[in-house]
């Protein structure tokens, strides 16, 4: 019989529900009864003993909320009698001793990717095209409908191709299995397209920052060249973006065309000019080839979103092991969602191996509450609905399941939104809880692939790296198969190791970094892009 409950840490007194409990049922855990007070929901959690007013709930062995009221034992948390409250951060207070897992099996194996000139390595060879300002998303949508349809590289929907049976009354004979019509022009290059809504009419700050993303997707391994185009007046200004680079790398090699429309004449003019010479930059990238190349050169984004009240226990630790196995072998997984790790910061302040670090991250932490504060928010407003009706009520409670994505190696490095990560192990990097802002963020400091872990389903991706997702429950993973790379549900069920559930992620990770296998997201043409502005997110 599965086990019904489950405490996560020693000194947690909630436990979490592994499958749905009846009132009135009594369950025999730890050498004790516990009688079910309320109907009780998998994924949500219930009192170990009795929680006076005011006394202080733990999960993951961390202080996670307060309760408002008596709770009686076997009574469930809710969000009408448990409120959010996290622990004071004091400073370093311990030096961290770290036991790495055993990589033996791991040190010889390599990935096939793109090897560039700076020494990185990417897991997809990717043509970008961008606007810096939201007024050329126009001709950027002109450009992508040209290149995918005439180099056959984009896919026709299940949709369209239903669409076309009607009208045309018959099977459709130009459609390859991959959904692709024609042959493809070139074999080892993509070509991606990027639009959004900034670059001018915000602050000039946010313009700064938008310059740094785009010299980070840039820079990203995962891309080849890149064509940008600029109206001209904008805030983010074509220097902006030049000087953001040279940031970078002084020495880039990579072809990067710009061109600014209020320089060069009638739009028909520019897009003829743009498609000439961009060609030439895509058929010089097609010739660049997979090679064999050590596991050290994976940066790996760590997210999480739509999760769960199993995600803590399941997907996100299972994640962590990976994290730690990369880690170890000197690549570079980075852990961003700032609002997500508020409750945690002691741990992840001891875990830094500078002190530096460990100061600049109580600083950034700091900052970004602050300026959610002074907007009337706060981290304590980051559970979503569907977080809340799914177990994860308060933020600390979220964030010590979600802060497990990270594992348990010691912090190298902590960035801000829009720096790059150059040191090998553990980085944090400060963006919003917010999938998309998020991940967007981890691309843009160099991830070359992301791990994405979800309780409730999303189908988030990214236009320039893989996005792989990790279901934390069976259920859902079944019900949104299409998205669903990974089920991590046998760990709930007693099945699996958290263990061997990180060995099937890398290995997973290895197998789509080498192009062998492609990412649900990858498949379904999820390519999504949110830069963030800064002190409106969670």
Same mark, same amino acid.
């Given at each position: 019989m599965m086990q019904q409950i489950i405490k996560v840490h020693k000194e947690d007194n909630v436990g979490i529900a592994l499958a749905d409990l009846t009132d009135g049922e009594v369950i025999h855990f730890e050498g004790q009864d516990i009688t079910i007070v309320n109907p009780t929901k998998a994924k949500h959690k219930i009192a170990l003993q009795d929680l006076k007013e005011g006394d202080r709930v733990f999960m993951y062995g961390v202080l996670v909320g307060r309760a408002l009221h008596f709770i009686q034992k076997g009574g469930l948390l809710t969000t009408e009698n448990v409120k959010h409250q996290s622990a004071e951060v004091q400073g370093r207070t311990d030096r961290y001793t770290w036991n790495p897992p055993n990589i033996s099996q791991w040190k010889e194996r390599t990935f096939l990717g793109y090897h560039r000139p700076d020494g990185q390595v990417g897991t997809q060879n990717v043509w970008l095209f961008f606007p810096l300002v939201f007024c050329e998303n126009r001709n950027i949508e002109i450009l992508k409908d040209a290149f995918e349809k005439e180099l056959a590289i984009g896919k026709i929907s299940k949709q369209r191709q239903l669409l076309r049976r009607l009208i045309l009354g018959k099977d459709l004979s130009d459609i390859n299995a991959d959904g692709t019509t024609g042959e493809r022009t070139f074999e080892n290059i993509e070509v991606k397209f990027i639009t959004h809504q900034g670059g001018c009419g915000g602050t000039r700050q946010?313009?700064?920052?938008?310059?740094?993303?785009?010299?980070?997707?840039?820079?990203?391994?995962?891309?080849?060249?890149?064509?940008?185009?600029?109206?001209?007046?904008?805030?983010?200004?074509?220097?902006?973006?030049?000087?953001?680079?040279?940031?970078?790398?002084?020495?880039?090699?990579?072809?990067?065309?710009?061109?600014?429309q209020q320089n060069l004449g009638t739009t028909e003019d520019m897009l003829n000019t743009i498609i000439m010479e961009s060609f030439e930059g895509i058929k010089e990238a097609n010739n660049i080839q997979r090679k064999p190349a050590p596991l050290s050169k994976l940066k790996m984004g760590l997210e999480c979103g739509g999760s769960d009240g199993f995600?803590?226990?399941?997907?996100?630790?299972?994640?962590?092991?990976?994290?730690?196995?990369?880690?170890?072998?000197?690549?570079?997984?980075?852990?961003?969602?700032?609002?997500?790790?508020?409750?945690?910061?002691?741990?992840?302040?001891?875990?830094?191996?500078?002190?530096?670090?460990?100061?600049?991250?109580?600083?950034?932490?700091?900052?970004?509450?602050?300026?959610?504060?002074?907007?009337?928010?706060?981290?304590?407003?980051?559970?979503?609905?569907?977080?809340?009706?799914?177990?994860?009520?308060?933020?600390?409670?979220?964030?010590? #399941? !979600?802060?497990?994505? /990270?594992?348990? +190696?010691?912090?190298?490095?902590?960035?801000?939104?829009? $720096? &790059? *990560? =150059?040191?090998?192990?553990?980085?944090?990097?400060?963006?919003p809880?917010?999938?998309?802002?998020?991940?967007?963020?981890?691309?843009?400091?160099?991830?070359?692939?992301?791990?994405?872990?979800?309780?409730?389903?999303?189908?988030?991706?990214?236009?320039?790296?893989?996005?792989?997702?990790?279901?934390?429950?069976?259920?859902?993973?079944?019900?949104?198969?299409?998205?669903?790379?990974?089920?991590? #549900? !046998?760990?709930?069920? /007693?099945?699996? +190791?958290?263990?061997?559930?990180?060995?099937?992620?890398? $290995? &997973? *990770? =290895?197998?789509?970094?080498?192009?062998?296998?492609?990412?649900?997201?990858?498949i379904l043409g999820q390519d999504d892009f949110i830069p963030w502005k800064r002190g409106v997110s969670l």
């Open positions: 946010d313009a700064e920052t938008l310059a740094k993303l785009f010299a980070g997707y840039i820079k990203n391994p995962n891309v080849a060249g890149a064509t940008v185009l600029s109206l001209g007046c904008q805030n983010l200004q074509i220097n902006l973006l030049k000087n953001a680079l040279d940031v970078l790398d002084p020495n880039l090699k990579k072809p990067v065309l710009i061109y600014e995600s803590g226990i399941s997907a996100n630790p299972a994640l962590g092991y990976a994290s730690d196995l990369l880690a170890a072998l000197e690549g570079s997984p980075i852990l961003s969602e700032f609002p997500e790790l508020c409750g945690v910061e002691q741990e992840l302040v001891n875990r830094c191996v500078r002190d530096e670090d460990a100061e600049r991250f109580m600083q950034l932490m700091k900052a970004y509450e602050n300026s959610a504060e002074r907007v009337g928010s706060g981290f304590d407003m980051n559970p979503s609905p569907g977080n809340i009706k799914d177990g994860l009520i308060t933020d600390a409670m979220k964030s010590a #399941g !979600a802060a497990k994505k /990270g594992g348990t +190696s010691p912090i190298q490095g902590v960035l801000d939104y829009g $720096e &790059y *990560v =150059i040191r090998p192990g553990l980085n944090l990097l400060c963006t809880g917010n999938d998309v802002e998020s991940t967007t963020g981890m691309v843009g400091s160099g991830a070359n692939i992301v791990v994405f872990t979800t309780g409730l389903g999303t189908p988030t991706g990214n236009p320039i790296a893989p996005v792989i997702k990790v279901s934390s429950n069976t259920e859902m993973a079944n019900k949104m198969s299409d998205i669903i790379d990974i089920d991590t #549900g !046998a760990v709930i069920r /007693g099945e699996r +190791s958290i263990e061997e559930m990180g060995e099937e992620i890398l $290995e &997973y *990770v =290895i197998q789509v970094a080498s192009g062998e296998v492609n990412a649900k997201a990858d």
